[in-house]
């Protein structure tokens, strides 16, 4: 991919509004195959409290983590969208693996705010373990979610767009059972894992989706 094209393409979405559209989207895959499937923005004292443990204290969970990706367009109405995956991403999700909890990316396929609703689509990706974690990835695809280019030749670095039955075959082979305490251990990881007194993600804050056994 041209690097010079990739730097001429810009935001219109910020993470949090793309994260409206993606959380009902991954959640409504999700809950296909597992019945009881609770999306979190994870608080160490909220969703990681006492409350919320006297209520899953007997339950074993899996942990999906996803992170909200924007869409990069030339202009309004293009119908090409770019998504970049910083290095740091990479980084977690090496770390999510070690951890039982797959990493999934998602960006919505609108190229401006009026394509942007409720039931926008989204495209949907999984991280590999191993590549090049100090550089940036570049994604190009069609607003429909074609693949149309990608930075890297390493086709196991950043997999997608996924169908959904690709998506819960990724979590069922990816994920791990695990008691609730350990589950907020593993978000508490994901979320601010610490490298030197440094927040591990730059700002980046993922989203989890956790499925009861």
Same mark, same amino acid.
């Given at each position: 991919m041209?690097?010079?094209?990739s ?21 409504k ?5 597992y019945k009881i ?14 409350i ?17 990706r ?28 070690? $951890?039982?909890? @797959?990493?999934?990316?998602? /960006?919505?396929l609108?190229? =401006?705010?009026?394509? #942007?609703?409720? +039931? ?55 994920? $791990?059972?695990m @008691?609730?305490?350990?589950? /907020?251990?593993?978000?508490? =990881?994901?979320?601010? #894992?610490?490298? +030197?007194?440094d ?8 989203f989890?989706?956790v499925?009861?056994?």
């Amino acid at each position: 991919m041209n690097r010079q094209r990739s730097h001429n393409q810009r935001s219109f979405l910020s993470e949090h509004s793309a994260e409206y559209v993606l959380v009902p989207n991954i959640a409504k895959v999700l809950s296909a195959a597992y019945k009881i499937t609770i999306p979190l923005y994870f608080w160490a004292t909220r969703e990681g409290g006492s409350i919320a443990a006297s209520d899953m204290v007997a339950q074993k969970v899996r942990i999906v983590t996803a992170f909200a990706r924007r869409p990069k367009v030339h202009n309004s109405g293009s119908e090409e969208i770019m998504m970049k995956v910083n290095a740091s991403l990479l980084q977690a999700s090496a770390l999510g693996c070690q $951890r039982g909890s @797959p990493v999934l990316f998602g /960006v919505p396929l609108a190229a =401006g705010l009026m394509q #942007f609703n409720a +039931n926008t689509p989204c495209a949907w990706f999984h991280l590999g373990d191993t590549g090049p974690f100090n550089a940036d990835v570049h994604v190009r695809m069609d607003t429909k979610g074609k693949r149309l280019g990608c930075s890297t030749d390493n086709t196991d670095l950043v997999r997608g767009p996924l169908t959904d039955k690709e998506i819960l075959a990724t979590v069922k082979s990816s994920t $791990r059972a695990m @008691p609730w305490n350990i589950a /907020v251990q593993t978000m508490r =990881g994901m979320r601010s #894992f610490a490298n +030197n007194g440094d927040w591990f993600l730059g700002g980046y804050r993922p989203f989890f989706l956790v499925i009861a056994e």
